[in-house]
């Protein structure tokens, strides 16, 4: 897979994953635990430099997801710690954090 697709893919399942989630308690177990399997493959297969640029983008928005995941698992289910295992930055206060400014943004 082309390197902008590898890139593309992950970010649109993690950004799916964080509204699939959000402040939701009653998910489809067995989705959710191939959902973020893959989610963690796709991670791991992303080249060092891609992480690079995108680490933070990536923890705000599975941050919000993992929050979402603790208020709903508890922070020590096996799920919202493959999420949190992907996060290398600050944690956001609760999933309705979206303080970030995006790029294209004036």
Do not use: C
Not at 73 to 102: N, W, Y
Request: glycine share 6%; charged share 25%; proline share 3%.
């Amino acid at each position: 897979m082309h390197l902008f697709a590898q890139i593309y893919e992950f970010a649109s399942s993690a950004g799916a994953l964080e509204g699939y989630v959000y402040r939701r308690e009653d998910v489809d177990m067995k989705a959710l635990t191939s959902w973020i399997a893959n989610l963690k493959i796709a991670y791991e297969l992303l080249p060092q430099e891609v992480l690079h640029e995108v680490q933070g983008s990536t923890d705000q928005t599975l941050g919000r997801a993992w929050k979402s995941l603790d208020l709903s698992l508890g922070q020590d289910h096996d799920l919202a710690q493959t999420v949190k295992s992907m996060i290398k930055g600050r944690l956001p206060e609760t999933p309705d954090e979206f303080q970030k400014k995006k790029w294209f943004q004036k």
